[in-house]
């Protein structure tokens, strides 16, 4: 366990000693939400920096399915001299190795999703905001036969659009 508390200090301190302090879980030493990140990097051969594991764990915190700009405004407070661009690279890495999802934009930035557990969305049309939700009748939604004959369908995922609590749903 301290071997792997000891790979994580050194894995997120950076030549200009900035770092990153994680979240352990106390029962299992480590954080649970990071080891998919670590096995999948490992796997892809994606070189280990501060800045990637720093830009992981603030999209594991975010609830709101944020942008790069949105995680670049975040980041920002912790690693100054990161820039947008190294953010959004990293982003777009993420969802090639499968450790983050990239949101439906509809026109607007791309926006990204940590949980790859099954679920689906609801947009708001009027704040963009982006809720998850679980339904097992639409995990189980039949694909029909004409998109199965002519596509290679890899995921399943419904998005509702409406209006949200907030701007004037129900």
Do not use: W
């Not at 200009?16 to 990097?41: L, P």
């Not at 450790?99 to 940590?114: C, M, S």
């Amino acid at each position: 366990m301290y071997l792997l508390a000891g790979l994580i200090k050194r894995a997120l301190t950076n030549k200009n000693n900035y770092y990153i302090v994680e979240d352990m879980n106390s029962q299992t030493g480590k954080n649970d939400g990071m080891d998919i990140f670590y096995q999948q990097a490992k796997k892809n051969r994606l070189k280990m920096t501060p800045q990637r594991a720093a830009i992981y764990q603030e999209l594991l915190k975010a609830k709101d399915h944020p942008s790069a700009d949105m995680i670049y405004k975040r980041i920002i407070k912790k690693i100054p001299n990161i820039s947008f661009d190294t953010v959004n690279r990293t982003l777009l890495t993420f969802s090639k190795i499968g450790i983050t999802n990239i949101v439906e934009g509809y026109g607007q930035p791309k926006r990204y999703d940590p949980d790859m557990d099954t679920h689906h969305h609801f947009r708001c049309i009027q704040c963009n905001s982006i809720i998850d939700f679980h339904n097992e009748n639409y995990d189980n939604i039949a694909v029909p036969d004409e998109i199965n004959r002519k596509f290679t369908v890899i995921h399943k995922k419904v998005v509702l659009e409406g209006l949200c609590d907030k701007c004037g749903g129900r």
